[in-house]
């Protein structure tokens, strides 16, 4: 089965990799709440020192941007609701609306910050292993009460497992329909009924299977917690995030 | 001394119908049994009783003299199940995280699980792959991680339900070998198959299944004559009267 998508873990050991994956998210969540407070200087500081990261870390920008071609057409969605919705001096008189300056300042503004966000999730799983991923979640999880973590986190694996088979599964249906000529019926409600159910069929038969390998595999909640340690460079990692973050937030 | 021992093994399902029904069995430590029969023969149903997957109607199974229901987890480390379809056996993000699966639920420590992976992964030849995602594996490799994540385990008996499915002449040849390989280190091993073909050379028992029911059960040579009346094709060899040889020669 060939490679889904360029947005999974890419092994390496810069820094990035090597920061301990709960400080990560941390980070993502911290930057990404800032950066839809930043301002053009800010995101453009940001994004430098982002590709920075990326280049060190070896990561193919280009192929995880190829991934981002749907992503572009909503963010052109958005740039159009945004120049349509915002008032201010008009630029462009429409019979239903006017394109203001302030629109298309901001519209820009909107489509940066959110390119950057993306960029940030690019980064992080593109040099985190989802399996420290998904200890990091159960380590989070962990002081939750009435939330079951170890499940979660093995809801988490199997999706993250499961998600390309699924997807290899309906590529076959869709092909094996192509060869019957589906293609010939032009109506989309009836070629996704016909795609839907055997998808759906072979989904459960496939996770009852997997339901008897993993108690074959003696299954229990109760299993080795994941290995996760600080060290001192996630320490400074943190302090330097959070400088640089009210350094941004000041400009 | 048999590790596996049966009586009286009855299966029904919910809709009344016999899965298998009055099976009588044993299997010395160490031997290579064929387990063969047509499509909905019982085959899979008998060993999914071995290591308490499913629970007979009647009946018992016992591993090295003690009942499966007594201690299920001790039964799925002894008995480690290779199914028919590798990618829904395969539960991890990257090859390292599936064969760690048993072990971790072995509650082993970190040293021991990393130690049990690495070994297994060598034994089926793909420690190179330790950091790929399972997906992104040939069928044959996918088989063999499989079966690493048995190994990881140290069970006593292997059981492959039809190893061979859906595999191309390399493929059939590698995991062919592994089988092999894991029977000379010592392991009791209990194929399933409706084509003899591949495997029979190196068993030293087959078991025919037809209904539910356990019709032949002996060396392959002297129960081989006639099994195409009840669903299973005879092999060549066996046909035209030659030595049977193995796919690895």
């Given at each position: 089965?060939?490679?889904?998508?360029?947005?999974?873990?890419?092994?390496?050991?810069?820094?990035?990799?090597?920061?301990?994956?709960?400080?990560?998210?941390?980070?993502?969540?911290?930057i990404s709440l800032i950066c839809l407070n930043l301002y053009f200087a800010g995101?453009?500081?940001?994004?430098?020192?982002?590709?920075?990261?990326?280049?060190?870390?070896?990561?193919?920008?280009?192929?995880?941007?190829?991934?981002?071609?749907?992503?572009?057409?909503?963010?052109?969605f958005i740039f159009v609701a945004r120049v349509l919705s915002t008032d201010g001096t008009s630029l462009?008189?429409?019979?239903?609306?006017?394109?203001?300056?302030?629109?298309?300042?901001?519209?820009?503004?909107?489509?940066?910050?959110?390119?950057?966000i993306v960029i940030l999730g690019f980064a992080f799983i593109s040099t985190t292993r989802p399996a420290t991923i998904k200890a990091a979640?159960?380590?989070?999880?962990?002081?939750?009460?009435?939330?079951?973590?170890?499940?979660?986190?093995?809801?988490?694996?199997?999706?993250?497992r499961f998600v390309p088979v699924i997807f290899h599964q309906a590529g076959e249906i869709a092909?094996?329909?192509k060869?019957?000529?589906v293609e010939n019926r032009k109506n989309p409600v009836y070629r996704l009924t016909k795609l839907a159910f055997p998808l759906l069929r072979r989904t459960f038969e496939r996770a009852d299977n997997l339901v008897a390998a993993m108690e074959a595999r003696a299954y229990t909640e109760n299993r080795t917690d994941p290995e996760l340690v600080f060290h001192k460079r996630d320490w400074i990692s943190l302090i330097a995030v959070c400088f640089l973050s009210i350094c941004m937030l000041l400009l | 001394m048999n590790i596996i021992e049966i009586e009286n093994l009855c299966h029904r399902f919910a809709d009344g119908t016999f899965g298998i029904e009055g099976i009588n069995l044993n299997i010395r430590e160490g031997s290579f049994v064929v387990i063969a029969g047509p499509n909905g023969s019982g085959k899979t149903t008998l060993l999914r009783h071995l290591n308490g997957l499913l629970a007979p109607t009647a009946g018992m199974v016992r591993l090295a003299g003690i009942p499966v229901e007594q201690n299920l987890l001790r039964a799925r480390q002894l008995v480690g199940m290779m199914f028919q379809d590798a990618d829904s056996q395969i539960v991890g993000e990257t090859v390292y995280e599936d064969v760690a699966f048993g072990p971790h639920n072995l509650r082993l420590d970190h040293r021991k699980v990393k130690r049990r992976v690495l070994n297994a992964l060598d034994v089926v030849g793909l420690r190179d792959f330790i950091n790929q995602r399972p997906h992104l594996l040939s069928g044959g490799e996918k088989r063999r991680l499989a079966i690493a994540g048995i190994l990881a385990m140290e069970p006593k008996v292997i059981v492959f339900d039809e190893p061979f499915s859906n595999l191309d002449y390399l493929g059939v040849k590698q995991v062919l070998q592994h089988i092999t390989a894991l029977h000379q280190s010592g392991q009791t091993i209990l194929v399933t198959t409706h084509d003899l073909e591949k495997i029979i050379a190196h068993a030293d028992r087959m078991i025919l299944m037809h209904n539910g029911k356990i019709i032949r059960d002996g060396i392959p040579t002297s129960i081989m004559a006639g099994i195409e009346a009840f669903g299973v094709r005879t092999p060549c060899s066996f046909r035209l009267g030659l030595e049977v040889k193995s796919w690895l020669s």
């Open positions: 089965m060939a490679e889904l998508t360029s947005f999974s873990y890419q092994a390496g050991d810069s820094l990035l990799h090597r920061i301990d994956v709960r400080f990560k998210i941390l980070f993502v969540i911290l995101l453009a500081i940001l994004t430098s020192l982002l590709l920075g990261l990326i280049l060190h870390a070896r990561l193919s920008l280009i192929s995880g941007l190829k991934e981002l071609r749907y992503f572009l057409i909503l963010l052109c462009i008189d429409l019979r239903f609306s006017s394109v203001s300056i302030q629109g298309f300042h901001n519209g820009i503004l909107v489509c940066c910050r959110l390119t950057i979640v159960q380590w989070f999880l962990k002081p939750v009460p009435f939330i079951p973590e170890k499940k979660v986190a093995l809801m988490m694996g199997l999706i993250l092909e094996a329909q060869a019957r000529g | -």
